[in-house]
């Protein structure tokens, strides 16, 4: 069976954080230092994905990954102990932002923050592509899919409205259109209809409106 027909792991959540984390890149590369106003839009953005970093570290480390250790105990160690470093290097960004939002003179210190930042981006996208290709194969070959379903159901249950709002916003226009569609079909089939409305109402606000013509045509 191919991996595309078993349930889904890692793919939605990695999308959302790849485009979250490039975006922001971009972004700390393009800014004026010198404007106040860009600063602080990049600040709530590096503050988003901050949380959201942490959030899924956490859904790995106390869900996902304690699934699959009743099945293979030790199989997540590595996985575990990269989480334990990169949530290091986050809050010393963190650390360094504020830092360096007290700086007068903002142009060197951004600099040296935007290395710092692409280096963590390249240490994480490395991580998630372990995970992606090594965690899942690890998955499917010890866990059944209602296994998998079953965790996702504890995500969901442990994650605030407000956070989970913060990661759709990043996972909904990453997904591509079956995605989407499989994602918005399954939400509607276990949550409420006004958790779902809410979902349908995220989508509309953050795809394009041609993306969002598709989806609503299909979801009906």
């Known amino acids: 069976m191919d991996d595309k027909e078993r349930a889904e792991i890692f793919i939605n959540v990695h999308k959302g954080l790849r485009r979250g984390l490039w975006g922001l890149a971009l972004k700390i590369g393009?800014?004026?230092?010198?404007?106040?106003?860009?600063?602080?839009?990049?600040?709530?953005?590096?503050?988003?994905?901050?949380?959201?970093l942490r959030e899924h570290?956490?859904?790995?480390?106390?869900?996902?990954?304690?699934?699959?250790?009743?099945?293979?105990?030790?199989?997540?160690?590595?996985?575990?102990?990269?989480?334990?470093?990169?949530?290091?290097?986050?809050?010393?960004?963190?650390?360094?932002?504020?830092?360096?939002?007290?700086?007068?003179?903002?142009?060197?210190?951004?600099?040296?923050f935007y290395l710092e930042y692409n280096q963590f981006l390249s240490r994480y996208l490395d991580h998630m592509d372990r995970e992606e290709r090594d965690l899942t194969q690890a998955?499917?070959?010890?866990?059944?899919?209602?296994e998998i379903e079953d965790a996702f159901k504890k995500i969901v249950a442990r994650t605030?409205?407000?956070?989970?709002?913060?990661?759709?916003?990043?996972?909904?226009?990453?997904m591509n259109p079956s995605e989407r569609i499989d994602f918005l079909t399954k939400t509607k089939a276990s949550a409420t209809p006004e958790t779902f409305d809410k979902v349908k109402s995220l989508a509309e606000k953050v795809l394009a409106p041609g993306s969002w013509r598709k989806l609503s045509a299909r979801l009906g």
């Open 139 to 146: 998955f499917y070959r010890h866990c059944s899919d209602p």
């Open 30 to 52: 393009e800014l004026d230092w010198s404007d106040a106003g860009e600063v602080q839009t990049a600040g709530r953005e590096l503050e988003n994905m901050m949380l959201f």
């Open 160 to 174: 605030s409205p407000q956070d989970m709002t913060v990661m759709l916003t990043y996972m909904i226009p990453a």
């Open 57 to 112: 570290s956490a859904n790995e480390d106390e869900i996902q990954f304690s699934v699959l250790e009743e099945h293979a105990p030790g199989i997540t160690q590595r996985d575990r102990e990269e989480h334990r470093d990169l949530e290091y290097r986050l809050d010393l960004l963190e650390k360094h932002w504020c830092a360096l939002l007290r700086e007068e003179r903002r142009e060197a210190a951004g600099y040296q």
